[in-house]
Structures are given as structure tokens and as C-alpha cells.
């Protein structure tokens, strides 16, 4: 079993930045891609960035050139720094883990418990 946990959230306001971390417990993690997932209130959960076990990376068009995401396995963590924040960054962010597909996508598996993100205008 995999255990994902998300810290780092939190209130800031337009334009300013915000760091993710996600902690992940188990011996697949190496393996694995690593996503960043988020939830606005009445709206689907998106995909906002992957990172493939050799460091792939996607995102999605609303945050490229904004946020980066990368992984440490040493340290079994992945971070998403967010930067040049916006009112519709607000959400729930989800850290997720599972198989790469193709290049640069995944199948989400595990979930962590989510981090809310609010951003002020």
C-alpha cells in the first residue's frame, strides 16, 4: 500500500507563490509517476502536472510557465512550486501516484488527503 501526504497549502494572495510537498510511503514510489491533481468546488478533478519516474514532465495549459513540479526519490517526496498565483488556482490539491502512460501521463492510483490552496484577489 502506498501512503501519499500533501503539506504546503494555504492563503495567498494574487501574484504571490506557494510551495507543495508530498510525502510518499512505500517501496513502488521509484517506479511510479507522480501527479499533481486539483478540485475546485463544483468542478472535476484536473490534472495540473506530472513527472514520470525519469522526470518527464506535463502540465496543463492553464499553469505552464507558472508552476514546476519535480521529484526527489531519495527522499520519496514531490513538490510543486506555484508561482505567479491566480483567483482560479484556488482548489484542493491532491498529490497522486501510479503507472506512467506514455511519455509524460499517468494513471492515477493512490491519493493523498488533499491541500486547499486559496488565492485572493
Known amino acids: 500500500q502506498v501512503q501519499l501526504v500533501e503539506s504546503g497549502g494555504g492563503l495567498v494572495q494574487a501574484g504571490g507563490s506557494l510551495s507543495l510537498s508530498c510525502a510518499a510511503s512505500g517501496s513502488i514510489f521509484g517506479i511510479n509517476a507522480m501527479g499533481w491533481y486539483r478540485q475546485a468546488p463544483g468542478k472535476q478533478r484536473e490534472m495540473v502536472a506530472v513527472?514520470?519516474?525519469?522526470?518527464?514532465?506535463n502540465y496543463a495549459d492553464s499553469v505552464k510557465g507558472r508552476f514546476t513540479i519535480r521529484r526527489d526519490n531519495a527522499k520519496n517526496m514531490a513538490y510543486l512550486q506555484m508561482n505567479s498565483l491566480k483567483p482560479e488556482d484556488t482548489a484542493v490539491y491532491y498529490c497522486?501516484?501510479?503507472?506512467?502512460?506514455?511519455?509524460?501521463?499517468?494513471?492515477?492510483?493512490?491519493w493523498g488527503q488533499g491541500t486547499q490552496v486559496t488565492v485572493s484577489s
Open positions: 497522486t501516484t501510479g503507472p506512467a502512460v506514455g511519455i509524460a501521463a499517468m494513471t492515477p492510483i493512490y
Open positions: 513527472i514520470t519516474s525519469d522526470s518527464n514532465t
